[in-house]
């Protein structure tokens, strides 16, 4: 996928939340977006998804403006690029495994929607992602009674449930403890790496864009003021993004694992490593 971001802008009323972004992204790699708060982030995730329309500009996907599709065609787009929440957004009562078969409600038809008649397959495949994703045996129970790194896990599989070509992360691990955020970053790496989809997620820390991303576009008062690979990502690099938060958001991430116990075997192996 060849992703083509020219001069988008989002105004709300005379504020611009995001003012003429432009970058282009080729292939499947790992892009951090980061920046203080306020700075765009999501407003430009929520753009690209058409959760929020913006003001100007174009997204060039493959060649075809993403900015201009209707109906059919846009709800095409958005399970073309899933998004996964800080909140993991799930539906805390129901239970795992119809959460992840919720990945596919903008491909069915509304009646088997509403009759929650999800076919064999549909529910062999989700249970596969679980078991991917280590949390096979979660399946049967309510979203709520999961740890929030498993909770996480259910929000990738029920984006992965989509097929998507890309997988957006909105501050993924906001959320987590640092040993949950590092298994959830570990998994969109690994979705990244062995199934070939283009990761853009929202990261509030440097050391996490440093270790994960392979592209790292630095926002400030909703322009883009880095565009670069994390060597490039210098303390000055950093302070033109944060400003005089740049050292808050170097200690603010220490990844120290301390005495936390990982929630399931698939957990401890990725900490294992
Ligand atoms: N619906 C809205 N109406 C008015 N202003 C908005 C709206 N959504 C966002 N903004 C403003 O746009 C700017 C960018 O917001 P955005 O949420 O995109 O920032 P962010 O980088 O995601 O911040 P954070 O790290 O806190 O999530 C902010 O000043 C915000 O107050
Ligand atoms: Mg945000």
Redesign the pocket.
Known sequence: MHLDVRNVSKR??S?A??ERMSFTLDGSGFVGII??????????LRMLNRLTDATEGEILADGKDILKLRGAEKRAWQSQCAMVFQQFNLVPRMDVASNVLHGLLGRRPMMATLFNLWSEDDIARALAILDRLGIAEQAPKRAEALSGGQQQRVAIARALMQDPEIILA??PIASLDPMNAQIVMDTLKRINVEDGRMVIA?L?TLDTARRYCDRVIG?RD?RVVFDGTPEQLTRGAARDIYGADASFSESATSTDLGALQPDDQYAAALLGD
């Open positions: 709300f009323g504020k939340a995001v920046g203080r708060s306020g700075a765009g982030k999501s407003t430009f909105d501050e929202n509030h926002m909703g």
